[in-house]
C-alpha cells in the first residue's frame, strides 16, 4: 500500500496516538472519497444530538471540539492540520455529544459516514491509525469523566448503581457526583427541582431531566439506538451479546451479512462482569471481560454491523420466513436467519429477603464500582465456579476480608487448578465448604448475614454489608417456548442432540438434518451457555459464535 508507514503503536506516546497527524500520502489516499470543504470561523460542523455525523481531516484552520453539558472546562481539543475527527459514535452512527466548531479559516476535508466506512474497509493502515485514536478518545472522555450526561446518585442506591452500571459496561463517557460527599450537586437538584425521592437524576445534554429512569428510557435519552433500521429485513439477528454473539456480530459483519446485535442490558454477559479472565487465549496476563467484550463490540461496529440495547427479546415468531423477533416494546424486527446467544443468568438462591436488597448489598457481578464500594470491608462471596473464584482474588485486593461460601465439599469439580491455587494461598480469603447463607438483614441497606454449614448445622453471623452472588444458571430461553425443541434444563437442543423423535414433533421441513448449531427451527441457530451441551468458558463461546456464521451462509442459500 502506497504511503509512509505510521509508527507502531509503542513507539508513540499516549496523546500522539490519540490525536495524530495524518502524513501527505495519508491524506490524498482520503481525498477520492472527501469533499473539499471552505470553513469560516464559527461555522458549527456538528452538535450534541446529530445522527452519522461526517469525518473531518483538517487540511488547513483549526476546529474547537468543545463538550456543552461539561460541568468542568468545556474544550476537549484542538484540530489543527494533518488532524482528524471522531470517536467511537464515528463507526458506530449513535447520536453525537459534542459540538465542532471552526476556531480558524481553512480547508478540511469531509467523508460521510457511509464513505468513512468503506475507507476503513480497504484501507487497513488507516483504519488502524482512526480505530486506535478513537478508542483512546473515548477512554480518555470516561476516565475525565465528560460525556454528554451527567448522573446524580447515591453510593447507597441500588437504582444509582444499576445505571452507573449500565453506563459503564456500555463503555459511554459521563460525568458522576455522590450526593452523600458533593454537596455543591444540590445547586443542580434545586435548579431542576428534584426531590430526594427521586433520585437517582440523569441530566442529558445539559437538557432533559430523567428522575430515577428505567434503563430503556435512559438509553432512548441518549439515542443509543437511533441509527438502527427496524423496518429492515436483515440477513442475521443475534440475539444476545455475550462473547459468543459478539464473535458471531464481528465474523458476520466482516463477511458481507446485514448483521444486527440485540442486548438487553449491557454487551458481554456473564463475561463481561468477570474482573480477569486468565485462560483466555493470547492474554497471558489476564484480561477484564469489560475490556475483552468492548473490544468485541467496537470491532463488530467497525465492520458494520448494527446494535440495539436496552431492550428484550419477548416473543418469536417462527412460523415462516423472514422469522421476527418481537420486543418488549412492542417493535418487530425480521431476518431470515436467527442466532440465539442469551446465554444464562445467575440462579437466585432461596434467601428470604433477597430481592430487598438487590443493589443495596447484594450484586451478581464483581466490577471496578463494586470493588469501590466495599474497600476495606468484610464481604462474602457466594459460589464455586469460575466466576466466584475470579470474583474473590479480585475483591481481596480491595477488601477486608473474602468469605467465598461454597454449597459443595470442594472446588475441584467447578473450578480451574490454578485458580483453586490462587485462593487457597490467599491469606485474605477464608473458605467455607458445605456452607449457605441462611438469612439475611438490614434497613435501609444489608447489615447482617448469617449463613449455615450444612454439614455440622453450625451457624455464623456477621456484620457484612456486600454479598457477591455466582451461583448456578439457568437459560433465558422463556421466550422461545413452542418454537424450539429444548433439554429438560431448558436449554437449547441444536445438531446432533435433535432426535428424530423431536424433529419430526418440531415439523422439520428438509432432507437433511440440523447443521451443528442449528435447533429444530430450520435457520435458527444457539450458542454459548444457551445451548445444551456447551462448555462454560469463554473461549468456547468465541469459537461457537465464530463457527456458526458459516453454518448461517449454508442457511441462507436455502431460501
Known amino acids: 500500500m502506497a504511503g509512509t508507514s505510521i509508527p507502531p503503536s509503542s513507539a508513540l506516546d499516549q496523546n500522539t496516538q490519540m490525536f495524530p497527524a495524518l502524513t501527505a500520502a495519508q491524506i490524498e489516499r482520503i481525498r477520492p472519497l472527501a469533499t473539499l470543504r471552505h470553513v469560516e470561523p464559527g461555522d458549527t460542523l456538528f452538535k450534541p444530538g446529530d445522527e452519522h455525523v461526517p469525518f473531518f481531516v483538517v487540511l488547513s484552520g483549526s476546529l474547537e471540539i468543545i463538550q456543552p453539558s461539561s460541568l468542568r472546562d468545556p474544550l476537549l481539543a484542538t484540530h489543527n492540520a494533518g488532524n482528524f475527527t471522531g470517536e467511537i459514535t464515528t463507526i458506530s452512527g449513535q447520536r453525537c455529544f459534542v459540538l465542532g466548531r471552526v476556531s480558524a479559516a481553512g480547508e478540511f476535508l469531509e467523508l460521510s459516514h457511509d464513505h468513512f466506512r468503506a475507507l ?5 493502515e488507516l483504519s488502524e491509525v482512526f480505530m486506535r485514536a478513537f478508542i483512546l478518545r473515548r477512554m480518555a472522555l470516561i476516565s475525565s469523566g465528560k460525556g454528554n450526561v451527567i448522573l446524580l446518585g447515591s453510593r447507597h442506591s441500588a437504582g444509582t448503581l444499576r445505571l452507573r452500571e449500565f453506563l459503564g459496561r456500555n463503555g459511554y463517557p459521563y460525568s458522576y457526583s455522590d450526593l452523600e460527599t458533593d454537596h455543591s450537586s444540590q445547586d443542580l437538584l434545586d435548579r431542576f427541582n428534584v426531590t430526594a425521592d427521586q433520585i437517582p437524576v440523569t441530566i442529558c445534554n445539559g437538557l432533559v431531566v430523567l428522575r430515577n429512569p428505567s434503563i430503556p428510557e435512559l438509553a432512548d435519552c441518549l439515542g443509543l439506538n437511533v441509527s438502527v433500521d427496524e423496518t429492515a429485513v436483515r440477513d442475521l439477528i443475534i440475539v444476545g451479546a455475550g462473547p459468543s454473539g ?29 474482573s480477569k479472565i486468565e485462560n483466555y487465549l493470547g492474554f497471558p496476563t489476564g484480561i477484564s471481560g469489560q475490556e475483552l467484550t468492548g473490544r468485541a463490540l467496537t470491532q463488530a461496529l467497525k465492520f458494520g454491523a448494527h446494535m440495539i440495547v436496552a431492550r428484550s427479546a419477548v416473543r418469536l415468531n417462527c412460523d415462516r420466513r423472514p422469522y421476527k423477533v418481537i420486543l418488549d416494546d412492542g417493535t418487530t424486527l425480521a431476518a431470515r436467519t436467527i442466532l440465539i446467544a442469551t446465554g444464562a443468568q ?9 430481592s430487598r436488597f438487590e443493589g443495596l448489598g447484594i450484586y451478581y457481578g464483581a466490577t471496578h464500582i463494586e470493588s469501590q464500594m466495599c474497600s476495606g470491608e468484610d464481604v462474602i462471596v457466594v459460589g464455586g465456579g469460575n466466576s466466584a473464584g475470579q470474583a474473590a ?13 461454597v454449597r459443595s465439599a470442594q472446588l475441584t469439580e467447578t473450578m480451574s487448578r490454578y485458580l483453586i491455587r490462587r485462593i487457597e494461598e490467599n491469606p485474605c480469603i477464608e473458605l467455607h465448604y458445605n456452607t449457605e447463607i441462611a438469612g439475611i438483614e438490614g434497613n435501609a441497606q444489608l447489615e447482617r448475614v448469617t449463613w449455615q454449614n450444612k454439614a455440622t448445622g453450625e451457624l455464623s453471623t456477621r456484620d457484612i454489608r456486600h454479598v457477591f452472588v455466582m451461583t448456578g444458571a439457568s437459560p433465558k430461553t422463556q421466550w422461545l417456548q413452542g418454537c424450539l425443541a429444548l433439554d429438560n434444563k431448558g436449554f437449547i437442543l441444536t445438531g446432533r442432540d435433535l432426535d428424530p423423535v423431536a424433529l419430526q ?17 430450520q ?4 450458542v454459548g451457555d444457551v445451548r445444551s451441551g456447551n462448555i462454560k468458558r469463554v473461549a468456547s463461546a468465541v469459537g461457537e459464535g465464530s463457527m456458526a456464521i458459516s453454518l448461517v451462509h449454508r442457511s441462507l442459500t436455502e431460501l
Open 346 to 354: 445467575y440462579n437466585k438462591p432461596p434467601i428470604p429477603n433477597l
Open 505 to 521: 414433533a418440531a415439523g422439520w421441513p428438509l432432507t437433511r438434518p440440523p447443521q451443528m448449531l442449528e435447533t429444530s427451527l
Open 120 to 124: 476503513i474497509a480497504r484501507d487497513a
Open 393 to 405: 482474588v479480585y475483591l481481596s485486593q480491595t477488601a477486608k476480608k473474602v468469605y467465598m461460601l
Open 246 to 274: 459478539l464473535a458471531a456480530a464481528v465474523y458476520a459483519a466482516s463477511e458481507g451479512l446485514d448483521a444486527l446485535l440485540l442486548e438487553t442490558d449491557t454487551p458481554g454477559g456473564q463475561a463481561g462482569s468477570s
Open 523 to 526: 435457520g435458527v441457530f444457539a
